[in-house]
């Protein structure tokens, strides 16, 4: 048995009140139930320049593979399609450092990068640095990625408590990021996704300026509009002060349906990897 998945999408980005341009980039392929959002650093506009190559070139390798896929008639595993997250990413980062090299000014740029993929009842997670994924389900949010931070680390390791990290002076000290290296280590994970699920990506320009209360008290009190939703995240960070680039994507399982398998994918189902 495999699953129908109707899915609403939702995305803004914003420069915010402080910083003099956006840093940040999105991506939202529908037609592959896709998403990405990577939040740049770097001199001489260097950021937007990374984070834009992320998220450009993320989003082309990924759907070429996907196309391969289909084209082929195959069904895929949850495995084969977290090892396309992962090349994806890493294309993404070979770009960046190619970029880099070629072009001076470009020199030590760098960006995280989140990015979600639906695949029947799952989501596939990858992410590299500081921007989240979370889970709103039942009422409840849910942060489903761990930072790639020094702060996190610091989380771990007992030194700093949870409620007073959104106050920590190296909160944005980050310990992975595209564009360091020719090696990128990305987490991928995935998840069983239920009808009523909203899952949101965002930069830290969002998580440092909410609370998870206040976030999850916003997504109870609107989870029908997510074009509202978006706008109104934004609004309540640059309202706290929008001290960084803020940028968010909303995905919302509007139904999981199980459908039957055609006699096609039931022969190739041993086949999968």
């Keep these: 048995m495999t699953y129908s998945v109707e899915l609403q999408f939702a995305a803004k980005t914003d420069t915010g ?37 992320a998220t450009t070139v993320f989003r082309a390798a990924l759907e070429q593979q996907l196309q391969q896929i289909q084209d082929k008639g195959r069904a895929a595993s949850s495995k084969s399609l977290q090892r396309l997250m992962v090349d994806a990413v890493s294309a993404a980062n070979e770009q960046i ?14 960006t995280t990068l989140v990015a979600a993929l639906f695949h029947h009842d799952r989501i596939i997670v990858a992410h590299v640095g500081d921007s989240r994924a979370y889970r709103f389900r039942a009422g409840r949010l849910e942060q489903i990625t761990r930072d790639h ?58 998580s440092d300026m909410l609370a998870g209360e206040q976030m999850s008290a916003m997504l109870a009190d609107n989870d029908t509009d997510l074009e509202l939703l978006c706008s109104s995240l934004v609004q309540a960070a640059n309202d706290n002060g929008g001290r960084d680039n803020i940028s968010v994507i909303l995905v919302k399982v509007e139904a999981s349906m199980p459908v039957p398998l055609s006699w096609w994918q039931r022969m190739t189902a041993g086949f999968k990897s």
Excluded at 97 to 110: C, D, F, H, K, N
Excluded at 155 to 174: C, M, Q, Y
């Design 97 to 110: 450092l190619e970029v880099a090299r070629i072009q001076p000014q470009y020199s030590g740029m760098g």
């Design 149 to 206: 931070s020094q702060l996190q680390e610091q989380i771990d390791a007992g030194l700093v408590s949870p409620e007073w990290a959104r106050f920590a002076p190296n909160k944005n000290l980050i310990t992975r990021a595209l564009g360091v290296g020719a090696h990128i280590d990305v987490d991928v994970n995935d998840y069983q996704t239920e009808g009523g699920d909203i899952y949101l990506l965002c930069s830290d320009g969002l």
């Design 17 to 53: 009140l402080v910083r003099a341009h956006n840093e940040d980039a999105i991506e939202v392929c529908a037609e592959y139930k896709a998403v990405v959002l990577a939040d740049g650093m770097g001199g001489y506009n260097a950021g937007e320049i990374a984070s834009g190559i």
